[in-house]
């Protein structure tokens, strides 16, 4: 009878890792569908070739800011309300903002809906990631994580044979379409046990300002969010700013920035794999993430010198540069091991999405390096800075793996 009921319970703990899985698949999907379309959109509305890039950036800052905003919206809901009800109110609004979008005729418009979209799409990661944590054992919750981005990431590859396809507002409507199926499928999904019983407890849970309230917690939560900081710059300007990038560099043809970001993600994905492995294997997640971000300083640097480059070089580099950026998952994992059951949706659902969010002024200071260099020393510039940043604070940071996860933030 107790073995039949371990059964009936992995059973349910492995749907509940594939349902994330498929969740954060569509999440992936609507969150670089923008930087796929980017050009043939703009050109659709009316956009002067002149304000490609700077309009660009303010509309995948606005997206930028929404996740920013989401991230604590749903962090404290995660927390104060459950897991799963993150799930079911992040997937509805950002599946309703993706439809809208297929409707724009305007750059502002664009930008607003794509805030929007940026709030619902700030959900999906850090409550399936805390929900999976904390419902596995915890020497195996690894995998876990490790699955669901890794076949996460590849609804960027969806998205971009689908806009190649297919219309830009077409693909916008489809990625609109899989998150309202993705929410039928939803139904059944169970809460995490850690939750419920924090919930009967009369304890604070999902205080942000908790994370403030005594220096060693700020410096934690800091540092969870800081190895993150290069992620989003490699996709959301090295590659996302492919076209602008191969002008500078002598590119032999236009850099396609669509095929960059789906070479990239599939980078991605088998980088999340192999960060999930490695970290198993070695029982360290910090060693795992150093040595990503010691790829990133290698591959970033190696397109950024590769004058003349060719469209083949490039894919190739774009699949290393994803690569090097796929320890996505364990630096989520990370953020939520170090923080207590009332706090753990709020920082796991937070850290994410302020270090996506953080490309905003990324961006601000990399377009001041610009102006100041070139795009090329520019981006060098930045790529080193944020790699020693993230570094730095990986080493402050204590060794998670096979950490107990239940207990509480006083």
Not at 19 to 30: C, H, K, N, T
Not at 128 to 145: A, I, N
Not at 332 to 342: L, Y
Not at 346 to 369: H, K, M, Q, Y
Request: aromatic share 14%.
């Amino acid at each position: 009878m107790i073995e039949q009921h371990n059964k009936q319970q992995t059973t349910k703990v492995w749907l509940l890792v594939l349902v994330a899985s498929l969740g954060y698949f569509v999440d992936i999907y609507d969150l670089v569908i923008f930087s796929i379309v980017r050009v043939q959109s703009f050109k659709d509305i009316g956009v002067p070739l002149e304000n490609m890039r700077t309009d660009g950036e303010y509309v995948l800052n606005m997206q930028m800011i929404g996740l920013l905003l989401g991230g604590l919206l749903w962090g404290i809901i995660g927390d104060k309300f459950g897991r799963v009800r993150v799930l079911f109110g992040s997937i509805l609004l950002y599946s309703l903002a993706n439809m809208a979008n297929s409707f724009v005729n305007d750059i502002h418009s664009y930008a607003w809906i794509r805030f929007i979209a940026g709030i619902g799409l700030a959900g999906e990661l850090g409550a399936g990631v805390t929900l999976v944590s904390e419902s596995m054992p915890r020497d195996k919750r690894g995998y876990g994580t490790m699955l669901i981005a890794g076949i996460g990431v590849l609804g960027a590859i969806a998205a971009f044979y689908v806009a190649e396809h297919f219309n830009w507002r077409n693909a916008y409507m489809v990625g609109g379409g899989m998150g309202l199926l993705l929410l039928l499928m939803r139904v059944g999904t169970f809460e995490s046990g850690m939750f419920t019983d924090t919930a009967q407890k009369n304890v604070l849970k999902g205080k942000f300002f908790m994370l403030f309230e005594n220096r060693e917690r700020f410096l934690r939560y800091l540092y969870c969010m800081l190895i993150g900081l290069p992620i989003w710059f490699v996709v959301g300007i090295l590659i996302t700013q492919a076209p602008e990038f191969g002008v500078a560099l002598g590119a032999t043809e236009t850099l396609s920035a669509g095929k960059g970001i789906m070479y990239a993600y599939i980078g991605i994905s088998l980088g999340d794999i192999f960060a999930g492995l490695y970290a198993q294997l070695t029982k360290s997640r910090k060693k795992a993430v150093f040595f990503f971000q010691l790829l990133i300083i290698i591959s970033s640097l190696w397109y950024l010198m590769s004058s003349g480059i060719t469209a083949q070089k490039f894919v190739w580099l774009a699949f290393f540069m994803g690569f090097s950026v796929g320890y996505w998952a364990t630096f989520v994992t990370i953020a939520s091991e170090q923080f207590g059951t009332n706090l753990r949706a709020t920082v796991a659902t937070t850290a994410p999405n302020f270090v996506r969010g953080a490309l905003v002024p990324s961006t601000f200071l990399f377009e001041w390096f610009v102006h100041r260099f070139d795009i090329i020393i520019a981006a060098t510039i930045m790529v080193v800075l944020l790699s020693a940043i993230a570094m730095f604070a990986l080493s402050q940071l204590k060794e998670s793996f096979d950490k107990d996860l239940n207990y509480l933030e006083e």
